[in-house]
């Protein structure tokens, strides 16, 4: 399998993925009580949560094929 560029990739399968993901983090955040009473919020925590997990995840992914991740280190919470 030949790695595309930086930053190139199928639109379509990246859209699935991104809505994907948004879906996952507003149910585990609702579950877990980290929304305002709507619903429609996430608390800052959950966010900064999904926000590392998924950085890590994404380093994981790369790391799993063989290829070199190129995207930038993300530092969340103190």
């Known amino acids: 399998m ?3 560029p930086a930053g190139q990739y199928d639109r379509r399968l990246y859209d699935m993925f991104k809505e994907a993901i948004k879906e996952v983090v507003y149910d ?3 579950e877990q009580g ?3 009473s709507d619903g429609m919020h996430i608390d800052g925590v959950a966010v900064q949560a999904a ?3 998924l ?3 994404a380093r994981e992914f ?5 290829m ?3 995207m930038p280190k993300v530092k969340i919470g103190g």
Not at 62 to 66: I, S
């Open 34 to 36: 980290m929304t305002t």
């Open 51 to 53: 926000s590392a997990a």
């Open 62 to 66: 790369y790391k799993e094929q063989g």
């Open 55 to 57: 950085a890590d995840v």
């Open 2 to 4: 030949k790695e595309a």
């Open 28 to 30: 585990v955040s609702i």
């Open 68 to 70: 070199q991740y190129d």
